[in-house]
T-cell receptor, first 114, second 109 residues
């Protein structure tokens, strides 16, 4: 158990819909990262937040957005969903958000878009 | 494009055989991390290498960072069925951490 929690574990929805994935970082960690893992693209970095502010952006689509709240939990919003958005979405956290730090991954949310 | 390339994508070995996965970058890496993801699980941090030419060992696992800090390898000696999973490297370059595609290791008993 990494100490990072993600909800829900599984999500099934239809194309065109919008969903919100939630992540609570490890106690004391200020930085949250979101990743998308699919069979054909591997582990893709989406976005990073540090203490409520966006720190780095990766391959995140415009249909996707995220935020980190004052209590440091984070949400990833996926809208106008397409079949290709079906994937495993991981959240990870670290203490300071330095790329030399270990990232602790949550169990992931498996999204299926039908 | 993929900043950190990892090969092979798949590796099937018999228990007791050795296994190696390689990561390469066209740019110099500040550091490289290795993660393991068990089937159905999430990536778990294994180790970080920072210095040029660095070699670190964890029991049967040996991690190397190239002299030019552009490549790295993970070698497992005498694989066991518990080694099954996908091994990812993640290198810091161009201000970001880039994950390789991973090598999926299957071990036959």
């Amino acid at each position: 158990d990494s100490g990072v929690t993600q909800t829900p574990k599984h999500l099934i929805t239809a194309t065109g819909q919008r969903v919100t994935l939630r992540c609570s970082p490890r106690s004391g960690d200020l930085s949250v990262y979101w990743y998308q893992q699919s069979l054909d693209q591997g582990l893709q970095f989406l976005i990073q937040y540090y203490n409520g502010e966006e720190r780095a952006k990766g391959n995140i689509l415009e249909r996707f957005s995220a935020q980190q709240f004052p209590d440091l939990h984070s949400e990833l919003n996926l809208s106008s969903l397409e079949l290709g958005d079906s994937a495993l979405y991981f959240c990870a956290s670290s203490v300071r958000g330095d790329t030399q730090e270990t990232q602790y991954f949550g169990p992931g949310t498996r999204l299926l878009v039908l | 494009g993929q900043q950190v390339m990892q090969i092979p994508q798949y590796q099937h070995v018999q228990e007791g055989e050795d296994f190696t996965t390689y990561c390469n970058s066209s740019t110099t890496l500040s550091n490289i991390q290795w993660y393991k993801q068990r089937p159905g699980g999430h990536p778990v941090f294994l180790i970080q290498l920072v210095k040029s030419g660095e070699v670190k060992k964890q029991k049967r696992l040996t991690f190397q960072f190239g002299e030019a800090k552009k490549n790295s390898s993970l070698h497992i000696t005498a694989t066991q069925t518990t080694d099954v999973g996908t091994y990812f490297c993640a290198g810091k370059t161009l201000g970001r951490l880039y994950f390789g595609r991973g090598t999926q290791l299957t071990v036959w008993p």
